[in-house]
């Protein structure tokens, strides 16, 4: 059991860089908690504080954050190993910012934020990891921002989906009203729901009661690409 | 000459906490460059590599991004004292994301990365307020993408400029085609104009050829909190 849970703490971008060694004299010295959590728990909630780094070791679960106006529900899967929320223990807002569903039985790990600070900071890869993860989300986050949502309904339903799709694998799933994702797309509640139906019909989604679910957003993200590149060559020529 | 320099320093939120011998000490460590700019300069060039930390003493100057389809320029006036985006020295792309413009003569200290890891980060507390910059950083563009734009057209374009105001205070600009900000915004050159016109009156805007600008963004956030409650107020009744 330690064995294979030190190996997949190393699988971790935080641990990168770090040997067996290192991983098992830092965890020796550390006060771990371990959690085992059934199907369909809510294991953190928004809004809760943030006081402990939370791996995922085993299983699969669904992140669920909802817009500021509370119109709509989106989700993520994410498969083990991961470690939830890096960003929210530091910060004006030591929060969660989303809901974590376990959609399988999940094993999780969690460190206090002092043995982060006393004892994994005293390793400067550890510190330089968690400066590159920080950074990179922002990067992420920020490149989304320059992005712009324009074209067909179709376009900008896709251009929705993958503005909020953050983590790069995994099903993503939008809870939202027909009416709802018009207003939000400046379109009509029938143009959505025929956009939508061609959608489905091309396999990118599938239409549930008050639900869309994205299976495999790669078709997404080929169709944004290929958008981009046509764009690119109609303002060249 | 140089204790101006420590204390304008310690008004930043990378050295919250230090006292003035801590900083005279860390500084007296790690090569320290100076320059001074004229107005007008660009001094910072957006795919530029970030090797340093770039602060800015005194004076002004102007942040200019592009969105990626180079649709539009936005500009956010930076005072001193100023770190110039610290989280573009770490993660995957380590390149200034914006140019950056002196507005007025400027006066800048950089400190290379290696110093901030083998000096700087010495102290814990710097270590700590490096984590919170970028923590900070992310909840808020994070809160970005999770606050809708809908509305009228007005509201639209309120949404959009404060969608790219990142720095809380300042005049900022943005330098667009009216069709393309009616493309972006999925409305028509003419509804833009008049609702431009409009805010113009009210005095939230000023309108320049191919420019719009925002001398205080106040208004704007107003208008938007207003909005925030009526809607909220209605969505209860």
Redesign the interface.
């Known amino acids: 059991m330690t064995i294979t849970m030190y190996d997949t703490l190393l699988q971790l971008p935080l641990f990168q860089g770090l040997g067996k060694n290192d991983i098992t004299s830092i965890l020796d010295k550390v006060k771990i908690h371990f959690s085992r959590r059934k199907a369909g728990d809510i294991v953190l909630r928004k809004g809760q504080a943030c006081r402990d780094l939370v791996f995922l070791l085993n299983g699969s679960l669904m992140s669920e954050?909802?817009?500021?106006?509370n119109?709509y529900l989106f989700y993520e899967e994410i498969d083990a190993p991961s470690l939830l929320e890096p960003?929210?223990?530091?910060?004006?807002?030591t929060e969660y910012?989303s809901n974590y569903i376990t959609s399988t039985v999940c094993d999780f790990v969690s460190i206090e934020k002092f043995y982060l600070?006393s004892e994994l900071?005293n390793y400067?890869i550890i510190?330089?990891n968690?400066?590159?993860i920080?950074?990179?989300?922002?990067?992420n986050?920020?490149?989304?921002?320059?992005?712009?949502?324009?074209g067909s309904v179709e376009d900008?339903i896709v251009d929705f989906i993958l503005?909020?799709s953050i983590i790069p694998t995994g099903e993503k799933r939008l809870k939202i009203k027909m009416d709802d994702l018009a207003?939000?797309?400046?379109?009509t509640r029938i143009r959505i729901s025929r956009a939508l139906n061609e959608m489905q019909d091309k396999h990118w989604i599938t239409l549930h009661r008050g639900e869309i679910r994205v299976p495999d957003f790669v078709h997404l993200k080929e169709h944004r690409e290929a958008r981009?590149l046509e764009?690119s060559i109609k303002s060249e020529t």
Chains 1, 2 share one sequence.
């Open positions: 954050t909802s817009d500021k106006d119109m960003y929210s223990l530091f910060g004006w807002r910012a600070l900071s400067e510190r330089l968690y400066l590159n920080l950074s990179n989300r922002i990067q986050l920020s490149d989304r921002l320059w992005t712009n949502m324009a900008r503005l909020h207003k939000l797309l400046s379109s981009r764009q």
